[in-house]
């Protein structure tokens, strides 16, 4: 497990981050610095997601390229919402044992409630759009092959 890079952390930065930028990584680097190999792997995908979504806006909807790469985009926004209400739920005792054991202590208020919804909304909604439009998509492709001949 990655140790936290020196400073004061907040809950409630660490939350919004996750939850704006989450998905390039920026949450992971607030916490455990630009070292964080985990953050560093947060943009590719994110990336790849992003190249689909720009085929299926030039190719249209019948790019098979692109309904690989889509689908990475909204399992890793969906992700980093989940990783927002983690860090978002997380007591304030175990968020500062960990995060700052000899700084100031943290203590939450509104602002993570509402990062925590706003995660919740904006993560459900996401990764039902991903699981119906790669539902969608699967089973358009089985349709689109010639069934056998039962014997």
Known sequence: MPHPSPGYKSKTLATWVAL???????????????????????????????????????????DRVAWVLLPLLGLMLAGTMLQAIIWGLTPDEKWNARFNPTGPQHRSGWAVVIGVAAALMVGAGILMATIAFASQRYFESQAEQPAEALP
Not at 45 to 50: A, E, F, K, N, S
């Open 20 to 62: 704006i930028g989450g998905s390039l990584g920026l949450h992971r680097f607030y916490l455990y610095g630009l070292g964080d190999r985990l953050g560093w792997l947060h943009p590719w995908p994110t990336l790849l997601g992003l190249v689909g979504l720009q085929r299926m806006r030039e190719l249209g909807q019948d």
